[in-house]
Structure formats: C-alpha cells, structure tokens
C-alpha cells in the first residue's frame, strides 16, 4: 500500500484575505530591506563636509524624490519579482500557502513577474481598486491577474509524516 498515491486537491483562486495577510508578512520583510537600501543610500548622498562636521544633514526634497523613492520602488519590484519567477512564491505567500502562475498555470518569467508587479502596484496606489476588484469578480482574480494573465491560487497545506516517503519495510506494492 502506497501512503502517497491520494489525487491532488484540485487548483482553487487565493481568497482576499490570504493575498492581504501574505502582505502584510511581506511588508514587514519589505520594511526592513528598504530600511536598509535608505540607510546605504542616505550614507553615500550625505556630503563629506556634513559628515566630517556631524552636522544634521537633511537630503533635499529632490533627491529624496529622484533617488530614495525610485531606490525603494525598485528594491520592491525585484523582491516580489525574485521570488514569483524563483519558486512561485514570496516568504509571505509560502506561510499562506499561495503561489503565483500563469493563466494557464505555467511559472512567470521576469517579464510576467514585473508586469504583475507594475499592475498590482498601480491599483493598490488607487485605493486598492485592483485588489476589491477580487470581491466582484467572477473568477475571483484581481484586477492586475487579469491584466498580467496571472493568478494566485492556494495551495493546501500536503499532510502526512511520510510525505512522499516510503514506510520502512514496505516495498509499495
């Protein structure tokens, strides 16, 4: 008797709320990193002169705007686009158990990864229009699934202390 020869559960469409919870780990993740690209970014604009005097030096408006920002909105994009085309998944969306394809259920590839990034980024900027999108869609997808062809499905948890194992002594017939 084999333990592992159950059917898979078939693919269902990631709930509202588990996309918002893997987020929110996610930002947590996010906040630290971006805390750190500040921190390196602030060290190196900071004139010598400011530093040499340990005088308060506040980065003018521009380059927080022209380098900071852009600096963070990228730093984003290839977190999230690092891991949806590395195993489908953000540090986050594993503790949820969800994962992102394509449409058709094929990995993404960079390109797929940073279109989904610029769209998801768009409509969560609009009050997260393309996020309640999912309330009242048909196929539960969001807006930025659709526009990227791609969706976030569950993935339930597989049970079993022998997964894909073989019991001692147990030949599998």
């Known amino acids: 008797m084999i333990l592992n020869s159950i059917e898979p559960l078939p693919r269902t469409q990631a709930r509202l709320w588990r996309r ?37 030096f506040v980065l003018s408006d521009s380059v927080r705007h022209m380098v900071l920002l852009p600096a963070m ?3 984003t994009a290839l977190f999230y686009s690092f891991f949806w085309v590395r195993n489908q998944q ?6 949820w158990h969800i994962q992102v394809e394509s449409i058709d259920g094929d990995r993404l590839g ?11 980024l768009l409509g969560f900027c609009m009050a997260g229009i393309g996020y ?15 526009l990227s062809r791609t969706r976030v499905v569950f993935q339930p948890p597989q049970r ?8 001692p002594g147990n030949s599998g017939t």
């Open 110 to 120: 960079w390109l797929d990864a940073l279109r989904r990034f610029f769209w998801a």
């Open 73 to 75: 909105l990228l730093t």
């Open 160 to 167: 079993g202390l022998f997964k894909g194992h073989r019991l």
């Open 20 to 56: 918002l919870a893997a987020m929110l780990y996610d930002g947590l993740l996010l906040l630290a990193i971006n805390f750190l690209v500040a921190f390196l970014l602030i060290r190196l604009l900071t004139p010598a002169s400011a530093a040499a005097n340990k005088s308060l």
């Open 90 to 95: 953000t540090l986050g969306m594993q503790t």
């Open 132 to 146: 309640w999108w999912q309330l009242f869609d048909r196929q539960n997808l969001c807006l930025h699934d659709r």
